[in-house]
């Protein structure tokens, strides 16, 4: 396929990759149970110490090698309550993590022959886990900028009409790469792009250190005496580069956000926006891992799960059949 020749070769996971190492259900538990509890070591409450489990032949539960309690390695991820089997939520990582521009719940509905609803729900909680910890900004020259998602009013840059309530404001910071570092991004759902709300937002997430580039919308007019220095380029007089004065960094994730929303998620409801600011954001600070993405994101699903709760709690009897 034409797409991998731009990856090396180490960073390449194929379909084939995917279903060799995860052929069914049971390797991707066990896969589930490592990431969460290295050497299947984890505390057992009965022994109130570390213990080594074991995995239970039939059943989605490993034991304590020692009492014998039982633990579910699903139990606090967002696999715990699903009916679906494990391999197809690990199908649908692998799906989100293989594309640029996001993927539908409808391809994954055509794909598997899971319900619409289903494969919806998959991706709005897989998306729920992307969310960034660490959002603060260090580049030297970082852009910032704004847009807006749903709405009617056509534009270039489709600030709303007004009276145009439909338009959700986002705003998004992104820093230049330099040779030692890929720019990274961070994207917020916001409730205005007043002055105050702006500037509130840049002295959160960039360093006083950095230069900030923005256009010359006028919420932006107080940027300049909080950071090193504030350069603005007028779009208002078609000037779009003079020099390094450009916003071309940050419009560019939009417009790849666009295209994904757009072309795929069709449309987004208000409410959904972040998770899918967050899942775009994830991906683009991922950009050099090539298809490894996917294992990022198991990572991120392990990390962001609860600790496991007492043995076969919230197991549905769907969920077991599953093995
Ligand atoms: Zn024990």
Known sequence: ??????????????????????PDDAACLEHLMQQRFPGNITYCDKCQQERKHYRINGRPVYSCDHCGTQI?????????????????????MYLMASTRCGIS?????????????????????IRSSLSETEKQLEG???EMDETYYGGTAKGRRGRPMRGDKQKSPVVGMVERSTAKRKGRVVALATNDVT????SGIAHEYILPSSTVFTDE??????????????????????????????????EGFWSLVKRGIGGVY??????????????????????????????EILKQVSLRASMPAPRDRGMTPATQDAF
């Not at 991998?4 to 194929?14: A, E």
């Not at 579910?72 to 715990?80: L, R």
């Not at 959904?272 to 090539?290: A, K, T, V």
């Open 72 to 92: 579910s390695p699903m139990a606090g991820t967002i696999f715990e309550h699903s009916s679906t089997s494990l391999r197809l939520w690990y199908y649908a």
């Open 105 to 125: 719940a409808k391809q994954i509905q055509r794909e598997t022959g899971v319900t619409y609803k289903t494969a919806w729900r998959m991706f709005r909680q």
């Open 140 to 142: 030297s020259a970082v």
């Open 1 to 22: 396929m034409n797409r991998y020749q731009t990856i090396p070769k180490h960073l390449r996971y194929t379909i084939m990759d995917f279903n060799r190492q995860f």
């Open 195 to 198: 002055a105050k709300n702006l």
């Open 266 to 295: 069709h449309q987004v409801s208000q409410k959904y926006l972040q998770s899918y600011l967050d899942e775009f954001s994830f991906r683009y600070n991922r950009r050099d891992y090539g298809n490894l993405i996917f294992s």
């Open 217 to 250: 919308f006028t919420s932006y007019d107080s940027l300049g005496s909080r950071f090193r220095s504030h350069k603005r380029i007028k779009h208002s007089a078609g000037v779009y580069v003079v020099g390094d004065v450009h916003t071309n960094t940050i």
